[in-house]
């Protein structure tokens, strides 16, 4: 069965640049959720699209901005890096946002030098 | 916001015995509690859910209660196996914003 996909799977980045990350849904799921998970952490929402509009809002950062396309497809642009900005990044997607089972990507893993 | 507290931080079995961790969560509006393991450098994978009409659900080894009126769910793991060794994740979701545990890091001897 097709999973979620993001890309890439690694990153380099320096301090102050600006990074694009790209999530690709299950087919048929329309909404899609960003988390960022630090090392040693838990993962930590940063936000979801349904329907390719904005559905709820964690602890993303000013500097962070996120969408979803008419595909479906989201991607999170992060600007002005920061070394605290290294982590892992996971898209999950599910068939709506309620009470339904959330798929995880494998994961961007970000490293800010 | 939600908050999610989780213990214990870390676990040692040895194989054969049971694990329990329990979650507690602070918001009543949370209707949908998932359990995901995660292996280091791997994606949280769903092992069990539950959602807030049902009381308790199995799946093999693995079983999860949960008591919405204390605000607290369990995962139980028995005749454990090393494999399960892991780091294990409670969520509490609302309208599919999920909030973490801080994760319970599981070692089973063999």
């Known amino acids: 069965a097709a999973g979620v996909i993001q890309s890439p799977r690694h990153l380099i980045k320096e301090k102050r640049e600006t990074a694009t990350l790209k999530c690709y849904p299950i087919p048929r799921h329309d909404t899609v959720y960003w988390y960022q998970q630090g090392p040693g952490q838990d993962p930590q929402f940063l936000i979801s699209f349904y329907e390719k509009m904005q559905s709820d809002k964690g602890s993303i950062p000013d500097r962070f901005s996120a969408q979803q396309f008419s595909d479906y497809h989201s991607e999170l642009n992060m600007s002005s890096l920061e070394l605290g900005d290294s982590a892992l990044y996971f898209c999950?997607?599910?068939?709506?946002?309620?009470?339904?089972?959330?798929?995880f990507g494998p994961g961007t893993r970000l490293t800010v030098l | 916001g939600e908050n999610v507290e989780q213990h214990p931080s870390t676990l040692s079995v040895q194989e054969g015995d049971s694990a329990v961790i329990k979650c507690t969560y602070s918001d009543s509006a949370s209707n949908y509690f998932p359990w995901y393991k995660q292996e280091l450098g791997k994606r949280p994978q769903l092992i069990i859910d539950i959602r807030s009409n049902v009381g308790e659900k199995k799946d093999q080894r693995i079983a999860v209660t949960l008591n919405k009126t204390a605000k607290h769910f369990s995962l139980h793991i028995t005749e454990t196996q090393p494999e399960d060794s892991a780091v294990y994740f409670c969520?509490?979701?609302?309208?599919?914003?999920?909030?973490f545990g801080d994760g319970t890091t599981l070692t089973v001897k063999p």
């Open positions: 999950a997607s599910s068939l709506r946002p309620s009470t339904d089972t959330q798929y």
């Open positions: 969520a509490a979701s609302n309208r599919g914003k999920s909030t």
